[in-house]
């Protein structure tokens, strides 16, 4: 084992933890990590929350330490990307054109920010939303206050920001395409909740509305002009209308794609050495029997997890309940579970959801499929618990905080 090379293509969360994982596993072998930007692999989370609303700073962001990759004899290709990967020859090459041979490889290239044709883009004050830089670069913009903000895109990252930006004294005005924010995630009861939030603190909404055009006045954004032919006045402009799996190195190299590299639960591609993990994946979930891509962090951390294992031979799955969280304002949420199942369930509130403190769930024939918690402490393990044992439950007993989650577990 101690001459195998495993590549690492892609320094994220997924990428960064596969090293960690090979070398606590055991591997003696060579790790080489290609990294297309010139950071640390970090995560995602801390760059629209606590790095962006200044309550962390930079250290707390890589994955790991500096000094981690030589302590433990990882390569790490700072600013350099795979151009191209052979898998049957077990060659990759680089894009400085050094070629690399490989026992193993894993892709892990994440998603690229989706991008809407408007005009006068190029202007300064004009930014989409995805990297370390991305979020330095906004946080200076916003911090001092006082810019009249269009935020395109009603999902949880245009939200995110949206808190963040109003956070610091700037005017918000939001554009998306739902009549509710978040209503495709959640529903529009939950989604109103948000919106709602929002609302109190300033935000203004424009839903459903697109940006048609982005007028400039001396090289910088002045206005975005709606479908609707509404000028709204911005001296900045973000849009974060979603990502798109960076599938171009798989496609090139002959991988099955289908929204994302379609790999199985052991993350493994159609190529049998080739394996890959996090944004990019779309993977067989052990438990629903379906493909399911995930751009959250708990879904890149785990995946390196497994992929790492079942590279060096071990039986592992990604097979944990899907998890993300938001922190806007006052509230923070988390939601585990399986979006695909929950969509058209109407949620089962227990709680008030004016009172800022309540759980939600979906059922689909009679069981938990999807829970969130919304500024409850130790819900996490009763909700996993509801989905991953499939318990049927009386709705009326779910939604009454009188009645102990812990008590629905043996199905009572």
Request: proline content about 5%; hydrophobic content about 45%.
């Amino acid at each position: 084992m101690d001459t195998e090379h495993i590549l690492i293509a892609g320094g994220g969360l997924a990428g960064a933890t596969a090293a960690r994982t090979l070398r606590s596993e055991g591997f003696q072998g060579r790790i080489t990590v290609v990294c297309a930007e010139n950071e640390l692999p970090y995560l995602r989370p801390p760059l629209s929350k606590e790095f962006l609303l200044g309550k962390a700073d930079e250290d707390s962001v890589p994955v790991l330490a500096a000094g981690w990759y030589g302590e433990n004899d990882v390569e790490l290709l700072l600013g350099e990307e795979v151009a191209a990967a052979d898998p049957a020859a077990h060659t990759v090459k680089l894009e400085s054109g050094t070629e690399l041979k490989f026992s193993k490889l894993l892709i892990a290239t994440g998603a690229q920010p989706r991008r809407i044709p408007l005009l006068a883009s190029d202007l300064a004050g004009v930014m989409t939303f995805r990297t370390f830089n991305d979020s330095r670069r906004l946080k200076e913009e916003l911090s001092g206050g006082g810019r009249t903000v269009v935020m395109v895109g009603s999902g949880w990252i245009g939200m995110e920001l949206a808190a963040a930006a109003s956070s610091y004294g700037n005017s918000v005005t939001l554009l998306g395409l739902e009549d509710v924010p978040l209503s495709t995630a959640i529903g529009p009861e939950l989604g109103g909740f948000f919106r709602s939030l929002h609302e109190k603190h300033g935000v203004q909404f424009r839903l459903p509305a697109s940006a048609a055009e982005i007028t400039g006045t001396g090289g910088r954004a002045s206005a975005v002009v709606t479908n609707s032919g509404e000028v709204l006045p911005a001296d900045l402009v973000v849009v974060a209308v979603g990502v798109v799996p960076d599938t171009s190195l798989a496609e090139a190299a002959g991988l099955d794609i289908r929204n994302g590299i379609v790999v199985d639960s052991s993350l493994r591609t159609s190529s049998p050495d080739v394996f890959a993990a996090g944004d990019v994946a779309n993977a067989l979930h052990p438990f629903t029997g379906d493909h399911h891509r995930s751009e959250h962090w708990s879904n890149a951390l785990n995946g390196g997890k497994v992929a790492a294992k079942a590279m060096l031979g071990q039986d592992a799955m990604l097979d944990v309940v899907p998890y993300f969280y938001t922190d806007q304002f006052d509230v923070s949420m988390e939601y585990w579970g399986y979006p695909t199942l929950a969509a058209g369930s109407i949620p089962v509130i227990r709680g008030a959801l004016e009172e800022n403190s309540f759980l939600a769930f979906w059922l689909r024939d009679g069981a938990v499929v999807a829970g969130m918690s919304v500024n409850r402490q130790r819900a996490q393990k009763p909700v996993k618990a509801l989905i991953s044992g499939r318990i049927p439950v009386d709705v009326a007993r779910l939604a009454d905080p009188a009645v102990p989650l812990d008590q629905l577990l043996s199905g009572d």
